[in-house]
């Protein structure tokens, strides 16, 4: 149990490094759409070599078993997360961006209220309240309050929903496939998702060069490559609700990164308030864990 938590941990601290260096790509002029694709291509190119020879034996690539369409469509979602989170942080600070994005635990509980009549009880409800309340004061809303961009929150709230979608569907889809083929297979959904939410700029305005290669390399590793493959092993293993309160070490090693690397300024009230929010998430997921199944 003890390495499948150290996996989830580790994969949510690589996934948080990755907004900074998304903002520093922006530097260098290139777009959302750019950034995201070219990680997911880079990543599922990747993750296929490494599948096809880990084994002497080839793997087969097929993706018609019935199996397999649950696991593209996983790869939409974190595909749509990636790609909406990289727009959130073209509008609004990434340390911004990653407190909205960590919305995905309550908005988890709006997912199953609309999809599975499950409606949250009083202390999900109360936990919930005080998430936001952190995050108001994490993301510094009050001081700068109408400062910010609407429409960068727009994409970031957006993106926190799709990932609440990811972690649901992750923890049930593809179960029986290995798992260098079951991340392979996701990150194919991803890139092809991106691709065709984006076909028109690819087609007319795009600038694939060599600088974009190093940056989608840095990327699929950190943001592409260790965070799924290590989800796709751990999440399965401990449950999609303490791998929730597990992932939400994103969130400081986000903030810390956007401190060290951007320059972003993080005050005490700021730090309280992640600490708000985190002490909230880690109540809201062992509360759903003591909750009975089919309550």
Known sequence: MTRYIFMVLTGAASFGILSSFVKLAYQQGYSPAEISFA??????????????????????????????WPLLLTGAAIGLTTFTYYLSVAYIPASLAIVILMQFTWLGLLLEWILFKRKPSWPEVSITAVILAGTIMAGGLLKNAGTFSLKGILYALTSSFLYAVYIVA????????????KSAIIMTGSAITIFFVNVKPFLTASQFDINLVKWALFLAVFGTVIPPVLFARGIPRIGAGLSAILMTVELPVAIISAYLILGESID??????????LGAIVGMNLFKGKTPTGR
């Open 268 to 277: 005490l009230w700021q730090w309280l308030g992640v600490s708000v929010m």
């Open 39 to 68: 990680q997911a291509l880079t990543g599922a190119a990747i993750l296929w070599t490494i599948t096809l020879f880990y084994k002497k034996k080839p793997t087969s690539v097929s993706l018609t078993r019935k199996m397999n």
């Open 170 to 181: 992750n923890s049930k889809a593809g179960k029986g496939e290995p798992l260098l083929k």
